[in-house]
């Protein structure tokens, strides 16, 4: 049994190492699927456990791939498993130097949307979590321009939600480009 | 030469650009803050051409939604088919066929060389070079005659399947293809001697929207964007799917980041892909081009309509709510696409429709990294760096 357990702590990768070791408070959970390591941090460190991955010289994941989130209220096995969060906060980074990936989700309560925004760690968050906002409402706590990106700026729910229809709610009639704000 | 900022006066304009300007290709609109012409404040805004592809992936079935990936980088839908399907396979964990895998890069390599060939074309036009968008649109129309015979379609090709292709290649698809790499270098030499040394062309696009590497992995670019800063990263070689590992060829990068560095990184693309396609011809292997799994493919017309068993794979397989069934679990595979890294996130619920598909569009990012390369330069260099960007709107909005 001893030797088993040796042998499955030697394949564990380095990232998951690293973080049991500075950060094992923050994680939930965590998985290696299809060759991706798959953390799931709590979110009130989420920002501290991104800026480790990013800055330590060992794993330097400096490249954000993607931002995005899951509405996760159609499915019950994911909300049961993270205390009924409704949203789960996805993070793609991949590091040149490893090249390898880690996916880090962050599971976001529907009566708190707010989460540490990660525009001071890689500025391509900036229209990631934009968009994110745009689509499902997470709201973006220090982001620098947290708006509208795909939807017009007047527009009222967020569209990638599971609880907003397919076909929109009613049609526009015109698009108010006076109230833009350029 | 003085910079932008030195001449600057202290009177500030406004001008907006797009979203009908015809150097954006689609829409999309910067907002130009300018003191004489020289550029201040730049503020890109997307969102005009919204499609709602990724809540629509939530109602489609696996194979519906390949109809749907077409439309997003539009000049070379065989990329996205590629990549959407391998995202799928590799949650099913099946691996398609090698002749498959083989039939797959071929075309997407064609396609690559498809959308350099566009880019080039456009990219000069805006720089009032015409003559080479006729040589360049000349080459691209064997290849779309190549990809019409192929999948039936010149745009909307559609032409991968979960689990295989729409079809075999077609008869003579083979010295098509031979005669367009072994005619296309020469062909390609001679928009080089349009442009390479062009002195107007060098001046227009030298030193023009320049990013450094370190910037350019900070914004997220990737894709040639991010090579022609000296990064030498290509998802084929980094991680390579499908069968990349098996064809030789080399990452060309730039030095300065700027649009003629984007330029000169495309151009030799367009080289390399030529080879990779050389070299899947020649150890293109026989054998079947689908996966024999009934679960996932459409089973053959005659056991359909001559078989018990094929009619009811058949329906299984067709049939609202049975579909292919996905386990449970979510997957992020990227691709290298034409414009950059290309990647669909998938979460599934066990059922025949995703759960959530994430597009990650390379042309998303690199334009939002517009203003970087835009702000203390000059007004004309707008539709230099955007053209050498190459942001397609159906990609960036999706």
Known sequence: MNEEKEVEEQSKPLVLEKLEAAHADALLAQDEVRG???????????????????????????????VTAVDNSRMESELMQFDYA???VVYQ????????????????????????????????????????????????????DLRRILMPDDFEGHPLRKDYPLRGRGERERFNFDKQNV | MQS?????????????????????????????????ESILKATPHAGYLHTGFEKLGEHLDYNQYIVVTDRMNYLSPLSNNFGYVLAVEQ?????????????????????????????????????????????????????????????????TTSYTRVGGVLR???????????????????????????????????DRTKGVGPISGEDAINYGLTGPCLRATGVAHDLRKAEPYSSYDEVTFDVPVGTNGDAYDRYLVRMEEMIQSCDIIAQ?????????????????????KEDAYGHIEGLIHHFKVIMDGHGVEVPKGDHYCATESPNGELGFYIVSDGSGTGYRIRIRPPSFLNFQ???????????????????????????LDR
């Open chain 2, 91 to 155: 949650l099913l964990g099946i691996e398609v066929p090698k002749r498959c895998q083989y039939i797959r890069i071929l075309m997407a390599e064609l396609s690559r060389v498809a959308d350099h060939l566009l880019w080039l074309g456009t990219a000069a036009l805006d720089l009032g070079a015409f003559s080479v968008f006729l040589y360049s649109f000349r080459e691209r129309e064997k290849l779309y005659s190549i990809f019409e015979k192929t999948t039936g379609a010149r745009l």
């Open chain 2, 168 to 202: 075999d290649l077609y008869q003579g698809c083979e010295e098509d293809v031979r005669q367009f790499i072994s005619n296309f270098p020469k062909a390609l030499k001679e928009t080089h001697t349009l442009l390479t040394r062009n002195r107007i062309w060098m």
């Open chain 2, 280 to 300: 899947v011809l020649d150890n293109m292997p026989d054998g079947p081009v689908n996966s024999e799994n009934n679960k996932i493919m459409l089973p053959h």
């Open chain 1, 36 to 66: 991706t390591t798959v953390v799931v941090v709590r979110k009130e460190r989420a920002y501290a456990v991104l800026e480790y991955l990013k800055t330590d010289p060992e794993l330097a994941y400096i490249y954000l791939v993607d």
């Open chain 2, 4 to 36: 932008g900022l030195e001449r600057a006066t202290g009177e500030k304009m406004v001008l907006n650009f797009g979203p009908q300007h015809p150097a954006t290709h689609g829409t999309l609109r910067i907002v130009l803050e300018l003191d004489g």
């Open chain 1, 93 to 144: 980074l991949y590091s040149y130097q490893g090249q390898c990936r880690v996916r880090v989700k962050v599971p976001v309560h529907e009566n708190d949307l707010s989460i540490s925004s990660a525009t001071g760690l890689w500025r391509a968050a900036n229209w990631l979590e934009r968009e994110t906002y745009d689509m499902f409402g997470i709201h973006f706590e220090g982001h620098p």
């Open chain 1, 86 to 88: 409704r949203f789960m």
């Open chain 2, 369 to 395: 990294a517009l203003p970087h390369m835009l702000e203390g330069g000059m007004v004309s260099d707008t539709v230099a760096v955007l053209g050498s960007l190459n942001v397609i709107a159906g990609e």
